[in-house]
């Protein structure tokens, strides 16, 4: 019988080994990224342990071709799990919640309620973080200027959100509880915030973006630190003259 529990030992100490060796999931990040910090909410409510691999967007590291092979879109957030690599912030919303959650609270399989965490994601990609990313991220970094136009797109991504939270009536955006919709959606507001940007014309959207922060302080802990560095770039726009992005005009250094 000694031979049994000598396999039994050899056995454990093996899959123990294997388990601690296992290379951590990784995440490519810019700090102040708000699609990154959503990717963070989810890691953080989900409890599971992550390399954060931090980004030197300023120096131009996502442009080069060495993380193009991890992203070809050169764009953050991106992860590698085991060596599965997967770009888009609202997919890798999904693959966490598929893959780690023990419960589908912050992703529903039940369709109708999954609908509408896909809807809130959507809509944050499509209209509601877009309008607020062109206000107040590209006039910090690139020469963009906050104008009439951006400043009404911004208020009806707000109006549309304060209209959906009210025809809906729950507490959060796609339920009573918090969803993985949640998190692109308070990642994007963060931005509204860092500028002083008052939501009190939409009284639904301030409620729910308060909530979230009383509600789960580990949470907001994890991405405050990002708002609050967008907040100082705001008032010191970084230098990027020497940035060659493919797509948006950096700022002429001010001498």
Not at 4 to 17: E, K, L, R
Not at 157 to 174: P, Y
Not at 236 to 252: E, I, Q, V
């Amino acid at each position: 019988m000694m031979w049994c529990i000598y396999i039994y030992i050899y056995i454990y100490m093996c899959v123990t080994f294997y388990f601690r060796n296992m290379a951590p999931l990784k995440l490519y990040s810019v700090s102040d990224s708000p699609p990154t910090l959503a990717v963070r909410l989810a890691l953080k409510a989900l409890d599971i342990s992550y390399l954060l691999v931090n980004i030197d967007f300023t120096a131009g590291e996502h442009l080069t071709d060495d993380y193009a092979n991890k992203n070809p879109q050169k764009e953050v957030p991106c992860i590698d799990d085991e060596g599965f690599l997967l770009s888009e912030s609202i997919v890798i919303l999904q693959y966490l919640a598929d893959k780690y959650s023990k419960t589908d609270d912050l992703y529903p399989k039940e369709p109708v309620k999954r609908a509408l965490v896909n809807h809130r994601l959507a809509f944050n990609l499509s209209t509601y973080y877009r309008y607020i990313s062109e206000y107040v991220m590209a006039p910090i970094f690139f020469a963009y200027e906050r104008t009439p136009q951006g400043l009404k797109k911004v208020n009806i991504g707000l109006s549309v959100l304060n209209m959906i939270l009210e025809r809906q009536g729950t507490k959060f955006a796609a339920a009573d509880h918090v969803t993985i919709a949640d998190f692109g959606l308070v990642s994007a507001t963060l931005c509204l915030e860092a500028i002083g940007f008052g939501l009190d014309p939409f009284p639904l959207v301030s409620q729910w973006y308060s909530k979230f922060k009383k509600d789960f302080p580990e949470l907001w802990a994890e991405v405050e630190p990002g708002m609050k560095e967008i907040q100082e770039f705001n008032k010191n726009p970084p230098d990027l003259s020497k940035l060659n992005h493919p797509l948006h005009p950096t700022k002429k250094q001010q001498i």
